[in-house]
């Protein structure tokens, strides 16, 4: 008999009570067909009553713009709290500033502050010419600026750059010291690999809330590419469950739920209670696991405004 499974042990997720709290990550549309795809997903996902929800931020100005835009209609349209990600990528302080200043007068509160990638694959980071060194210089500027609310990123597997776990983990703590009210773990795929992580970063003095990060798996290949990108490991037996599913989206999107809704119960029964999701703009996935954690509709659906 295996010692994995009880055969008189409690249905699958009857011991999950609903008593968790959620929040949905997007990023901005780049057209119409997107906006669409988007308002559509954040219409599907409110009923939920998420925590927050919020919305990535790439260089360039036209990436900016679509990020305040697609934040700012959040605030103006729903009544879910907003969260702007913002980078120190390719921008002066005084840029940076200029832009939280401006979300904080659109109604935005919260901030998701990151050190963001060089805007050029494989080159290294560099900070840019009078701009915010890194993330945690970044949330103690925005601390000058408003009382933002402010999430960080942390990495549960070391972040690529980081020369070593423990190195990670100070930039963690110099992160939450600066005035960081939480950080979201970068996605991964077993349960060990955040319990670990939440000790280690107990022994190294970060006591701040640490939100694990749910991404379920759309595309097993294109999942593959950004784990390597990011250092997170791929269990080999996530690749034989999305073995032949290729031509089956329907079927893929169950295995998909299934695995994510799993590895949340297992961290439930580890303590954790909340958790954040990379929807890629797609609802189904992330609906359909708070389902069954026991999160249900606690508000009507969304009406958009004629």
């Known amino acids: ?35 669409e795809t988007l308002w559509e997903s954040v219409q599907t996902l409110a009923p939920l009553a998420p925590r927050f929800v919020s919305v990535t ?34 921008a002066t302080r005084d840029e940076i500033d200029a832009v939280a200043n401006d979300y904080w007068h659109a109604g935005v509160r919260h901030i998701v502050a990151l050190r963001g990638d060089p805007p050029r694959a494989g080159e290294k980071y560099q900070t840019h010419p009078g701009g915010y060194e890194n ?9 000058k600026l408003h009382p933002f609310e402010i ?8 972040h690529p750059d980081s020369a070593h776990k423990a190195a990670d983990l100070d930039n ?16 991964f795929f077993t349960p ?6 939440r000790d280690e970063a107990a022994a190294a003095g970060i006591h701040a809330e640490l939100v694990p990060g749910i991404m379920p798996v759309m595309n097993y290949a294109s999942v593959v590419r950004m784990s390597a990108m990011c250092g997170t490991e791929v269990p080999d ?22 695995v994510a809704a799993e590895l949340c119960r297992k961290l ?13 703009n797609r609802a189904e996935l992330s609906y359909a696991i708070c389902h069954l954690l026991g999160v249900r509709p606690a508000v009507p659906a969304l009406e958009t405004a004629a």
């Open 268 to 280: 439930y029964a580890g303590g954790e209670r909340a958790f954040h999701f990379y929807t890629l």
């Open 1 to 35: 008999m295996s010692s994995l499974v009880d055969p008189r042990g409690a249905p699958l997720f009857a011991d999950v009570a609903g008593d968790i709290e959620v929040s949905f990550e997007f990023f901005p549309p780049k057209t119409e067909k997107m906006e």
């Open 237 to 258: 037996w996530m690749g034989r469950l999305f073995e032949g599913l290729d031509d089956h989206p329907a079927a893929r999107q169950l295995v998909a739920a299934t």
């Open 192 to 197: 060990e690999c955040f319990f670990r992580f």
């Open 172 to 187: 963690l703590k110099r992160k939450i010291d600066a005035g960081a009210t939480r950080a979201i773990t970068q996605f």
């Open 151 to 158: 999430s960080v990123a942390a990495y549960p597997e070391c």
């Open 57 to 90: 931020y790439g260089a360039g100005g036209s990436t900016r713009e679509r990020t305040h835009n697609t934040v700012a209609r959040i605030v103006r349209e729903t009544s879910i709290p907003a969260a702007a990600h913002l980078t120190c990528v390719e």
């Open 135 to 143: 993330a945690a210089d970044l949330v103690a500027g925005l601390r």
